[in-house]
């Protein structure tokens, strides 16, 4: 194949990959067939084949795609926010607002496509998401930023975990809802991670006797 054949491929891929994206995010699994898919893609009913070998590889790697899109924002507010605290606190909304431009994450972090959602836990692009908070929390660790006493490792990953329930929690029950909690979180995150107050050093000045 040439350079430009793979060229081709690679642009037909995406471009089914794309049209994958929006029509399970929009009608689910059961409702979109691989035809739906290829004409939203221009292209023949038969192309997404010479891709994907079924409807459900290709609506996995559409939710590979479209999750690895959102987790792509969060990387970048963790390595562009210099805040110590401030990339702690809007990482959650950062990801909560990019779903709203990434409709099969969405569906599947709703609950609206249970047999997919473990799938979410899986992804390398989480992965990377758990590795960078690791990073900098080892950084800001070094700098006397965080807690000395704590696994950096253990507490990044678990905090990713516990934001992507979150997520799911904020797509599931509403923003109305879970929003006037969002303070709380917060201080669950800062407990854990914010270094430890020194101890009062100050003497009560006893009376002579």
């Not at 040439?2 to 891929?13: I, L, Q």
């Not at 792509?72 to 702690?88: F, K, Q, Y």
């Not at 496509?113 to 960078?132: C, F, G, M, N, Y």
């Amino acid at each position: 194949m040439t350079s430009k054949d793979g060229g081709k491929g690679a642009r037909t891929r995406g471009a089914v990959l794309r049209a994958a994206v929006e029509r399970f995010g929009r009608d689910g699994y059961r409702a979109t067939s691989v035809a739906d898919i290829a004409r939203d893609a221009g292209v023949g009913g038969t192309v997404p084949y010479a891709y994907f070998t079924s409807k459900a590889d290709l609506f996995l790697a559409a939710l590979d795609d479209d999750t690895a899109g959102v987790m792509t924002e969060g990387l970048a507010h963790i390595t562009d926010d210099p805040d110590d605290r401030s990339w702690r606190q809007n990482l959650v909304f950062t990801l909560v607002e990019a779903l709203e431009t990434h409709p099969l994450a969405k569906r599947v972090l709703a609950g609206l496509e249970p047999d997919a959602t473990d799938r979410v836990i899986e992804l390398p692009a989480l992965a990377e998401l758990s590795k960078a908070v690791v990073e900098r929390l080892r950084t800001e660790q070094a700098a006397g930023k965080v807690r000395p006493d704590i696994d950096a490792r253990a507490i990044g990953n678990g905090a990713v975990v516990i934001i992507i329930s979150l997520m799911m929690s904020v797509l599931q029950f509403g923003g109305d809802r879970t929003r006037p909690h969002s303070r709380d979180v917060l201080a669950v995150f800062e407990a854990a991670i914010d270094p430890l107050p020194a101890p009062s050093t100050r003497r009560t000045d006893r009376p002579d006797p």
